[in-house]
């Protein structure tokens, strides 16, 4: 990896995934079925082992597992005529307290309103503000999906896809509650960036392969009416100097940092361990 990252696959902990599962049939979480927790579990069981194998509080990597799992099911879902419509009414239904009439919508909401228990209140404010966002764009994405994007909405691929990464939130979990606050925040913009950038990077050869033409390099590569393979290097170069900005905005505090860097070798560890990401078909891992 350019940033000096190391890219390898990890193993599974099948002791975390039976603790998350565990979890999550206490909370009443459905587990069967085409809308079930366990449907992305592994995902984000993968997450927490790699990314977030820093923390030391079991049940926020616990929370951040049955978090992901949910969120994958919303990305991976919302494109479908079928079950768009509940991603639609989540925010409206999560504000009023609603039922969300879709198990999985439901525990999103549940695990929404515990961001409170495992991060301070300014954390835990952005941290569900983002994932509400998230929501919204991607349903944003459903209506979009088909528009051109012109050439001087230079700032459109970005937007949409801060807004679909729900990089804002993660970024906020890389940091365990000892640290403080000002040690980390001001990292936070350049870290939101690249958290997209990394996936982006990441997850292109699998959207490639799947004919998606909604992802950010895609974007950027039918503004600037240049090649993909052009986009996909230029995102690559940015997202090195991120890392290499966000080490220095930390250096003050070994711990933030440390924690930073751990979550960036963690990231790059859940592409290259998912089937999901395809990675393997590159030998990368």
């Known amino acids: 990896m350019r ?7 990890t193993p599974m902990n099948q002791e975390f995934y039976q603790q998350c599962v565990d979890e999550a049939i206490r909370r009443g979480y459905p587990m069967d079925g085409h809308r079930s927790v366990r449907t992305y579990l592994r995902e984000g069981v993968v997450y927490s082992a790699t990314a977030l ?16 799992s949910c969120a994958i099911f919303v990305d991976d879902t919302a494109s479908r005529a079928s079950e768009v419509g509940y991603v639609y009414q989540f925010n409206g239904r999560f504000i009023q307290k609603e039922a969300q009439h879709n198990g999985v919508l439901d525990a999103l909401a549940d695990l929404l309103h515990e961001t409170p228990v495992h991060f301070l209140p300014v954390p835990a ?5 983002s994932i509400l966002n998230f929501v919204t764009a991607n349903i944003l994405e459903y209506e979009t ?13 970005t937007y949409a896809r801060v807004m679909s990464g729900v990089a804002e939130a993660y970024a906020f979990m890389v940091f365990s509650r000892k640290i403080a606050l000002n040690d980390y925040v001001q990292a936070i ?13 990441l997850s292109f050869y699998k959207e490639e392969e799947a004919g998606e033409t909604t992802n950010q390099i895609s ?5 600037n009416k240049t090649s993909k393979f052009e986009a996909f290097e230029t995102l690559a170069q940015v997202t090195a100097e ?3 900005q966000i080490s220095k905005i930390l250096e003050a505090s070994p711990a933030a940092c440390h924690a930073f860097r751990q979550f960036a070798a963690g990231y790059v560890a859940f592409h290259t361990s998912l089937e999901r990401y395809k990675l393997a078909d590159l030998q990368l891992c």
Not at 189 to 201: A, S, V
């Open 3 to 9: 940033c000096g990252v190391p890219s390898h696959a």
């Open 53 to 68: 194998a820093h923390l030391d509080h079991q049940p926020t990597r616990i929370w951040a597992a049955l978090f992901t």
């Open 125 to 129: 404010n952005l941290v569900t503000t």
């Open 145 to 157: 999906k088909d528009m051109d994007v012109l050439i001087d909405a230079e700032r459109y691929p």
């Open 189 to 201: 913009p350049e870290m939101i960036l690249f958290i997209h950038n990394m996936n982006d990077i």
């Open 219 to 223: 974007l950027i590569a039918s503004r």
């Open 242 to 244: 991120q890392f290499v």
